[in-house]
Antibody, heavy 122, light 106 residues
């Protein structure tokens, strides 16, 4: 059974940093692109960042580029999101999700973690 | 960046109704379009990918169509379990979600 377990969320002051983790199990982690998606309270889904299976290629939304860094440790089956220079607008539930594997180069997300809440106080 | 616009933002419907949600892309995305369902307090669930392919386990009353910049999600006969928020997502170039369409009970 595929499981994605996020951790690392919490309350942080504006300008601060936080590192999120997503522990994966139930599938061959190293063979799938992984992604982070966030959802501000009462708002819609916003794609944040993605990383290919090797960890070499990374992708970021304009809203987080230069502040967030995605990485993965395939030996530990874990995805990370290092967040710095945090702003109130970054307050959201952060989900990690895995690629469904239907098409190389065009990925959709079939399994999602339960999310971890990041609250940035101003 | 590719922008995705859904309409309507909210839809009131009754059980048994046929429901259609539209999603427009700011530029052509071929058929790289997915639909997700999200219920309150739950994680998003993939319903349809590549514009019209039904994800395993998703009821056949859900269908998707379109290509280029215009796409639709149709629920042929709305069931009580279908009241939720639906999001389209382009995955032609990076990823972008629409703002969501809430399907509520009339």
């Amino acid at each position: 059974e595929v499981q994605l377990l996020e951790s690392g969320g919490g309350l942080v002051q504006s300008g601060g940093s936080l590192r999120l983790s997503c522990e994966a199990s139930g599938f061959t982690f190293s063979t799938y692109l992984m992604t982070w998606v966030r959802q501000a309270p009462g708002k819609g889904l916003e794609w944040v960042s993605a990383i290919d299976r090797s960890g070499i290629n990374t992708f970021y939304a304009d809203s987080v580029k230069g502040r967030f860094t995605i990485s993965r440790d395939n030996a530990k089956n874990t995805l990370y999101l290092q967040m710095s220079s945090l702003r109130a607008a970054d307050t959201a539930v952060y989900y990690c999700a895995k690629d469904a594997g239907y098409s190389d180069g065009h990925e959709v997300f079939d399994y999602w973690g339960q999310g971890t809440l990041v609250t940035v106080s101003s | 960046d590719i922008q995705m616009t859904q309409s309507p933002s909210t839809l009131s419907a009754s059980v048994g109704d046929r429901v259609t949600i539209t999603c427009r892309a700011s530029q052509s995305i071929s058929r790289w379009l997915a639909w997700y369902q999200q219920k309150p307090g739950k994680v998003p669930k993939l319903l349809i990918y590549q514009a019209s392919s039904l994800e395993t386990g998703v009821p056949s009353r859900f269908s998707g169509s379109g290509s280029g910049t215009e796409f639709t999600l149709t629920i042929s006969s709305l069931q009580p379990d279908d009241f939720a928020t639906y999001y389209c997502q382009q995955y032609n170039r990076c990823w972008t979600f629409g703002q969501g369409t809430k399907v509520e009970i009339k």
